[in-house]
C-alpha cells in the first residue's frame, strides 16, 4: 500500500526513483578528461581514414581481364563489372566516339553509385549532383574531391580488356 507521500509524488518520480544524497556532479577535471579522450578518439579515427585513403591498395587484382565482347556493348551503353578477387564495382562504357573507357562506378565524393548519361558524355552521381567526364573521368561539377580512377582498356579483335589497378605501370 502506497503512502500519503508516495501518493503526492508525481508519477515520473515514482518511476524513476532515485536519491540526492547517491547523485553525483562530474568534476571539472573528469569533464576535461572526458573531452580529452573523446577528442583524442576522433584524431585518430579522421586519421586512419586520411591514411587509407592514401595507402597503397593491397590485394587488388592485376592482370589482363575480358570484360565482353565489342558487339556485346551498344555504342551509348554500359557494363557493370568486378574483377577477380575484388569487391570493387567497375563500369564498361562505350562512348559516341566508338571509344571505351572504365572507371570505378563509385562517386569520389561519399561512394553512391555513378552511371552514364548516353549522348551527353557525362557520368552522374545522382547523389549529391556530381558530373564526370565520360571520356577522362575529371570532375565537371558538384562535390567529388577527385577523378574516377581509371582502368586501362585495350581493345583486341572484338574482345574488350581491362587491365587491373595494380598491374599499371607509371
Partial sequence: MATDQE????DWQRDFPYRQEQARLVSRREFSRM??????????????????AYWPRSGEPAGRYRICGKDELPV??????QLP??????????LEDGTFRAYEQKCTHLSCAVFYKAGTGKIECPCHNGWFDAATGEVIQGPPPRPLPALQVEEEGNDIFVIGPAAKTG
Wanted: net charge positive.
Fill in 7 to 10: 501518493q503526492m509524488m508525481p
Fill in 35 to 52: 573531452l580529452c579522450l573523446i577528442s583524442a578518439a576522433m584524431v585518430t579515427g579522421s586519421a586512419y581514414v586520411v591514411a587509407k
Fill in 85 to 94: 578477387g575484388s569487391s570493387v564495382p567497375y563500369i564498361l562504357l562505350h
Fill in 76 to 81: 551509348g551503353g554500359t557494363r557493370s563489372f
